[in-house]
């Protein structure tokens, strides 16, 4: 069968979809994944090539750059732009107004064309030639469902992360049910409906949650909701690199990694509020070896270096982790992933974007690691909580459950003839 993947134009979002699409392939299914131009991220259309797919750029990047300018700069620890705590009850309304105004930003309703939507139309007119028979859409980038409707393609959503929309849209499917919600106009609609009509289609729930949802996230993190979902084991891809010298043996000392993840580097950069030169100042007399990923602006910030810190502008973490005793992070899915494909207690600073307080607390409830509040950052309890990560087993433990847990949900491979089926029951 003919497999497209639609990822929102970010490597972060690409690097989930590898190992699947990789299984894809070696089943013998054909798959393409297509991508806007990359707006935060400009080489993600070169590292679908370098991931060995097939990539299909739908072009965009003058639009979206612009329509997506108050969003990248909204990034940050103190404006959280699409991050949701289920905890909180009123939360979700204030990621459904995010989304809703990235939505009508990232497709705006016309344009100087006479009404084109260039990516849109780009994915439909793709899509309509190329007849997939399943679409593996991004949460973020909904128009997949849309070109898999217009085409009588299956069509999956494939998670990234924690199911933020799903949530949302349940709760604004309870509203009518409360007469003090206030009005329940659906907020995505302004745009969706005239996308739906240009293509001849009419609403169905499906556009927002698909037809079934890959989800790559553990299972005692998923919200309890009312949608089918298909678990998938997350393998940790991080991109093709050559392997460094220096990690060719082990180190004689312990090693914890400091990283800020790829799309937090590119859209906090130096706002990302964590106090670097003080927090190295604070490990310089520890036993240990800080690998920490910086790139050039923060690495000037910094200054020079104790001897016992490595700045790196970026190595790949499945390089990295399987000689690492700790990691120190941002809270973002694939970090979170990788430390646990690798049984590494992780330091969680929550940068929040989307799901990034969950996960920190599920770390730290799971007894595989400790958190720190980005908004009252102390250096000397950090230095403390770093060695206690280190020489306390019990984070290892932990560790350890957390990977037990990951091993539980089924590989990429066993999930293709799973999709194979699911495809035959709802393709148009």
Same mark, same amino acid.
């Given at each position: 069968?003919?497999?497209? /993947?639609?990822? /929102? !134009? ?52 003058? @639009? ?61 007119? /793709? ?117 460094? @010298? ?145 020489? @306390? !087993? ?35």
């Amino acid at each position: 069968m003919r497999v497209l /993947f639609t990822i /929102f !134009p970010a490597t972060a979002h690409l690097y989930p979809v590898v190992p699947l699409a990789w299984a894809l392939q070696s089943a013998g299914h054909e798959v393409v994944v297509a991508s806007p131009e990359g707006v935060v991220d400009p080489k993600v259309i070169a590292n679908i090539t370098a991931a060995g797919l097939t990539a299909v750029s739908l072009g965009g990047k003058e @639009e979206l750059t612009a329509s997506l300018a108050s969003l990248i700069a909204g990034a940050g620890p103190n404006r959280p732009t699409l991050a949701l705590d289920p905890d909180d009850e009123n939360a979700w309304r204030t990621a459904r107004a995010v989304l809703a105004g990235m939505f009508n930003a990232y497709y705006p309703p016309a344009s100087a064309e006479g009404g084109r939507r260039p990516v849109l139309d780009t994915l439909v007119e /793709f899509a309509r030639e190329w007849r997939p028979d399943l679409v593996l859409w991004d949460p973020l980038a909904p128009t997949g469902a849309v070109a898999a409707r217009a085409c009588g393609a299956a069509h999956a959503r494939l998670l990234f992360g924690m199911d933020n929309i799903g949530l949302i849209r349940s709760r604004m499917r309870q509203e009518p049910a409360d007469p003090s919600s206030g009005p329940a106009e659906d907020p995505w609609m302004p745009w969706l409906g005239p996308v739906l009509e240009r293509y001849g289609l009419d609403f169905a729930e499906e556009t927002w949650v698909g037809q079934w949802t890959l989800d790559l996230t553990q299972s005692r993190m998923r919200n309890p909701l009312d949608l089918a979902y298909v678990p998938v084991r997350r393998v940790p891809y991080n991109g093709a690199a050559v392997l460094p @010298e220096w990690l060719h043996s082990r180190p004689e000392r312990p090693r914890a990694v400091l990283t800020l993840g790829v799309s937090r580097r590119l859209l906090a950069g130096r706002h990302s509020g964590f106090p670097m030169r003080e927090f190295f100042d604070s490990v310089s007399g520890l036993d240990l070896e800080l690998v920490a990923t910086l790139n050039g602006e923060q690495l000037a910030a910094v200054g020079t270096l104790p001897d016992n810190v490595r700045a790196i502008e970026y190595v790949p973490l499945n390089q990295v982790l399987p000689s690492s005793s700790a990691i120190i992070h941002h809270g973002g899915g694939g970090t979170f992933a990788a430390a646990v494909a690798f049984k590494v207690p992780q330091f969680v600073v929550p940068l929040p974007m989307w799901d990034e307080m969950v996960t920190a607390r599920y770390v730290a409830r799971r007894g595989a690691g400790v958190v720190a509040d980005p908004a009252e950052i102390d250096v000397d309890v950090m230095q403390k909580d770093l060695v206690r990560l280190l020489e @306390e !087993p019990s984070f290892q433990l932990g560790a350890r459950g957390l990977y037990e847990d990951m091993l539980a949900a089924p590989a990429p491979k066993d999930v293709v003839p799973v999709l194979e089926r699911l495809t035959a029951e709802h393709r148009g």
